[in-house]
């Protein structure tokens, strides 16, 4: 079956670093999200997006969070100035199209010191 | 803001026997409703949906029903395997817009030989 690749599984970064997080999805995919989620809590929603826009954000995605498709095959998710509060697991996902089943990547697992 | 809530943080089962995981939801917009299974440091598998439309979805051992009615709907496992241990998220979205996925918080089954 078609997967959802990320890399890096794992990153580690000072306060204050730019991180960036990167994402192929499912090649015939339409919509790509980004989520994320803080240890033993929910997987929370962060950014959509869509015909190469942001289609939704949630609070969460303020100023030093940005998305990039760059090119037809990669998505990525740009954090300017990290926080401790940044470190998350961080899961992209995408789907071929609407009410239809999103995959998720395996994850970043981003930790901020 | 619990639009999707999973009551039960965890479930313990027999090997064998039947698991019923429970999510209640909110929002009366919801008509896609989704399952994901997680494994630690992966990313959510998905496991089966239903559409508003139906009440009942079946996939070899697994089965969604939905009582709209009553804002719920529960994940049926028959039987349960060592294999199913994992944690399952219960995930909706509404028609329209970027159709974000919002997950309830999870339960965590453990299938005991």
């Known amino acids: 079956e078609p997967e959802v690749t990320q890399t890096p599984s794992h990153q580690v970064t000072q306060m204050g670093q730019e991180v960036i997080l990167r994402c192929v999805p499912i090649?015939?995919?339409?919509?790509f999200y980004w989520y994320r989620q803080i240890l033993g809590q929910k997987v929370e929603f962060l950014v959509s997006?869509?015909?190469?826009?942001?289609?939704?954000k949630s609070e969460i995605f303020d100023d030093q969070f940005s998305v990039e498709r760059p090119d037809g095959s990669n998505f990525t998710l740009k954090i300017r100035s990290t926080k401790l509060e940044d470190s998350a697991m961080y899961f992209c996902?995408?789907?071929?199209?609407?009410?239809?089943?999103?995959?998720f990547g395996s994850g970043t697992q981003l930790s901020v010191l | 803001d619990q639009q999707v809530k999973q009551n039960s943080p965890s479930l313990s089962v027999q090997e064998g026997r039947i698991s019923i995981l429970n999510c209640d939801y909110t929002?009366?917009?919801?008509?896609?409703f989704l399952w994901y299974k997680k494994y630690p440091a992966e990313g959510p598998t998905f496991l089966i949906s239903?559409?508003?439309?139906?009440d009942k979805n079946e996939d070899g051992r697994f089965t969604v029903f939905l009582n709209k009615s009553a804002k719920h709907l529960s994940l049926h496992i028959v039987p349960s395997q060592p294999g199913d241990s994992a944690v399952y998220f219960c995930?909706?979205?509404?028609?329209?817009?970027?159709?974000?996925?919002?997950f309830g918080q999870g339960t965590r089954l453990t299938i005991n030989p």
């Open positions: 929002n009366s917009m919801f008509d896609y």
């Open positions: 997006f869509y015909n190469n826009e942001i289609s939704e």
């Open positions: 090649s015939n995919h339409l919509y």
């Open positions: 996902a995408s789907r071929r199209g609407t009410n239809e089943k999103l995959f």
């Open positions: 239903i559409s508003s439309i139906k």
């Open positions: 995930a909706a979205s509404a028609r329209g817009g970027a159709q974000k996925l919002v």
